[in-house]
């Protein structure tokens, strides 16, 4: 970046982004760009309109990056959200009848290893997160996640009362966070002489 | 929808499982549930996570080009035209009352906002000063204000209140806004102002503005007056 922009936060980014900066967009693409693409691939299944999804997502970004707020949510987490919110809609659109969400299958790696590392490690993480879960939790989160299915469609296809979908979303996502919370205590434990105190 | 039953849509709207009716009625529920909204940020930040549960493949390198020459050809963030303003036609009590009501939520979306409103003031080079003298103070509160653009900030150690108002037209002739701090019914005026078109009004308000008293903001003739019979043109949310 020529303006240096790789040191700020992606909050600071998203800042910028409020203020039209195109640099800062480009620098929040390079670093979500990504992880945005293998989501929507994983969701709609079609490189180009995966591809629609990410370029509609950083739109959104874009033009709505001046309501972000960052004491309710990490950057990350706000684009990623709109990013699979497009990524839904698409697939609601072009295929009322789906499959089986695409489970997410091994590839050539890029040629950037710092970058495939820290994916791999954060993959790795929700991973183990995910295997911690009781199957009927994860079949939810993951049929609505990766799936794009409403919670009425998935009561439909699992035969089970909405109730009771709702209940495995809402225990399925707190435990998850707990889980995630708990692999990085682990891992601080493990990093502990670089801990400041 | 029953209302207790519409706090549970907190987890499949943070994995964008709700319908568009389901999303609008859940949307519109959020707005003024605290508890949903806390619970929305959890579960959006542990949904977000399974983003990365992906291979992550390199989208193609057209995609970068074809984003970033579509954002600059849209620039809205700057030029989108303020929102229309929205005049009173509830007596001072009863404005002030709505106001404490939506006062709570609609800060945190709307602080974000704020900065990039003083950005674009700091380019009038009008108030920016003292602007940024208001906000770096840590005990600065933000509440925001109904009826124009702007907020009110309060120093929650000292109590003293400043009004920021952006692109407030200037007051009719031979009249002027008039502040007021309301407390306990009582309404005690904090200051004239005269506003003006594209520009920034700061207005700092002569009587300390305590906890949970509501700032408003009249048209009056000229020289101002002691008890106001207009009703508000401007109402703050409560002071914290």
């Given at each position: 970046?020529?303006?240096?922009?790789?040191?700020?936060?992606?909050?600071?980014?998203?800042?910028?982004?409020?203020?039209?900066?195109?640099?800062?967009?480009?620098?929040?693409?390079?670093?979500?760009?990504?992880?945005?693409?293998?989501?929507?691939?994983?969701?709609?299944?079609?490189?180009?309109?995966?591809?629609?999804?990410?370029?509609?997502?950083?739109?959104?970004?874009?033009?709505?990056?001046?309501?972000?707020?960052?004491?309710?949510?990490?950057?990350?987490?706000?684009?990623?959200?709109?990013?699979?919110?497009?990524?839904?809609?698409?697939?609601?659109?072009?295929?009322?009848?789906?499959?089986?969400?695409?489970?997410?299958?091994?590839?050539?790696?890029?040629?950037?290893?710092?970058?495939?590392?820290?994916?791999?490690?954060?993959?790795?993480?929700?991973?183990?997160?995910?295997?911690?879960?009781?199957?009927?939790?994860?079949?939810?989160?993951?049929?609505?996640?990766?799936?794009?299915?409403?919670?009425?469609?998935?009561?439909?296809?699992?035969?089970?009362?909405?109730?009771?979908?709702?209940?495995?979303?809402?225990?399925?996502?707190?435990?998850?966070?707990?889980?995630?919370?708990?692999?990085?205590?682990?891992?601080?434990?493990?990093?502990?002489?670089?801990?400041?105190? | 929808?029953?209302?207790?039953?519409?706090?549970?849509?907190?987890?499949?709207?943070?994995?964008?499982?709700?319908?568009?009716?389901?999303?609008?009625?859940?949307?519109?529920?959020?707005?003024?549930?605290?508890?949903?909204?806390?619970?929305?940020?959890?579960?959006?930040?542990?949904?977000?996570?399974?983003?990365?549960?992906?291979?992550?493949?390199?989208?193609?390198?057209?995609?970068?080009?074809?984003?970033?020459?579509?954002?600059?050809?849209?620039?809205?963030?700057?030029?989108?035209?303020?929102?229309?303003?929205?005049r009173?036609?509830?007596?001072?009590?009863?404005?002030?009352?709505?106001?404490?009501?939506?006062?709570?939520?609609?800060?945190?979306?709307?602080?974000?906002?704020?900065?990039?409103?003083?950005?674009?003031?700091?380019?009038?080079?009008?108030?920016?000063?003292?602007?940024?003298?208001?906000?770096?103070?840590?005990?600065?509160?933000?509440?925001?204000?109904?009826?124009?653009?702007?907020?009110?900030?309060?120093?929650?150690?000292?109590?003293?209140?400043?009004?920021?108002?952006?692109?407030l037209e200037e007051a009719p002739e031979a009249h002027t806004y008039e502040?007021?701090?309301?407390?306990?019914?009582?309404?005690?005026?904090?200051?004239l102002f005269s506003g003006g078109e594209?520009?920034?009004?700061?207005?700092?308000?002569?009587?300390?503005?305590?906890?949970?008293?509501?700032?408003?903001v009249t048209v009056e003739v000229e020289g101002g007056?002691?008890?106001?019979?207009q009703?508000?043109i401007?109402?703050?949310?409560?002071?914290?």
């Open positions: 970046m020529a303006r240096g922009l790789a040191h700020l936060s992606d909050e600071a980014l998203v800042a910028l982004v409020a203020r039209a900066d195109e640099e800062a967009l480009a620098e929040l693409y390079d670093r979500f760009g990504r992880v945005a693409y293998g989501l929507a691939l994983r969701i709609v299944r079609d490189p180009a309109l995966a591809e629609d999804a990410v370029q509609e997502g950083f739109m959104a970004v874009w033009r709505s990056s001046a309501r972000f707020v960052s004491e309710r949510a990490k950057a990350s987490t706000w684009i990623l959200t709109l990013i699979h919110r497009r990524a839904v809609d698409l697939v609601r659109r072009e295929q009322p009848r789906r499959a089986e969400p695409l489970e997410a299958a091994p590839h050539e790696s890029g040629d950037d290893v710092e970058e495939e590392a820290w994916l791999r490690l954060r993959r790795t993480r929700v991973q183990e997160a995910l295997r911690r879960l009781p199957d009927k939790q994860r079949e939810a989160l993951e049929l609505a996640y990766y799936g794009g299915f409403t919670q009425s469609e998935l009561a439909d296809r699992l035969g089970e009362p909405l109730g009771t979908i709702k209940s495995r979303m809402f225990t399925g996502l707190a435990s998850l966070r707990e889980l995630l919370a708990e692999e990085d205590l682990e891992e601080e434990r493990w990093n502990e002489p670089r801990s400041t105190s | 929808m029953e209302r207790a039953e519409i706090h549970e849509l907190s987890a499949p709207y943070a994995l964008d499982a709700l319908d568009d009716r389901e999303l609008e009625e859940f949307e519109e529920h959020l707005a003024h549930c605290r508890e949903c909204r806390e619970n929305v940020a959890a579960f959006q930040a542990a949904a977000g996570e399974l983003a990365y549960d992906t291979d992550a493949p390199e989208p193609s390198p057209v995609l970068r080009n074809r984003i970033l020459t579509q954002a600059a050809s849209e620039r809205p963030t700057v030029t989108a035209p303020p929102p229309p303003r929205r009173w036609a509830l007596p001072v009590a009863a404005a002030a009352a709505v106001a404490a009501g939506c006062a709570a939520l609609a800060l945190a979306f709307w602080a974000a906002d704020l900065s990039q409103q003083v950005d674009d003031l700091e380019a009038q080079q009008h108030g920016a000063e003292e602007i940024a003298i208001m906000l770096a103070d840590p005990d600065a509160e933000r509440i925001p204000i109904d009826g124009a653009n702007g907020a009110l900030v309060v120093d929650s150690e000292t109590q003293e209140g400043h009004l920021l108002l952006f692109g502040a007021w701090v309301i407390e306990d019914g009582q309404a005690l005026p904090a200051g594209d520009r920034a009004t700061v207005v700092r308000l002569s009587e300390p503005v305590p906890a949970g008293a509501v700032v408003a007056v002691d008890r106001s019979e009703q508000p401007i109402t703050s949310g409560p002071a914290a």
